[in-house]
């Protein structure tokens, strides 16, 4: 129970990594040179990707043995 635990607050951890990456910070100036471009513009494309990470790590913690 002990180790399933674990896995939940790690996987809690990396699921709202990407919600709201921290590459984010390196990758923003790069890709936004000659436009003006912020962090909210990016953050309505990473809800999908949430959406899918958070059901499919759901299931495992669940319904995958340890």
């Excluded at 399933?4 to 390196?26: D, H, K, M, V, W």
């Amino acid at each position: 129970m002990i180790a399933r635990a674990s896995l939940a607050i790690a996987f809690g951890e990396t699921l709202t990594n990407c919600l709201q990456p921290f590459y984010l910070l390196i990758i923003l100036p790069i890709m936004g040179l000659g436009i003006k471009i912020q962090a909210r513009d990016v953050m309505g494309y990473l809800i999908v990707p949430f959406l899918v990470f958070f059901i499919s790590w759901a299931l495992m913690v669940i319904f995958v043995p340890i």
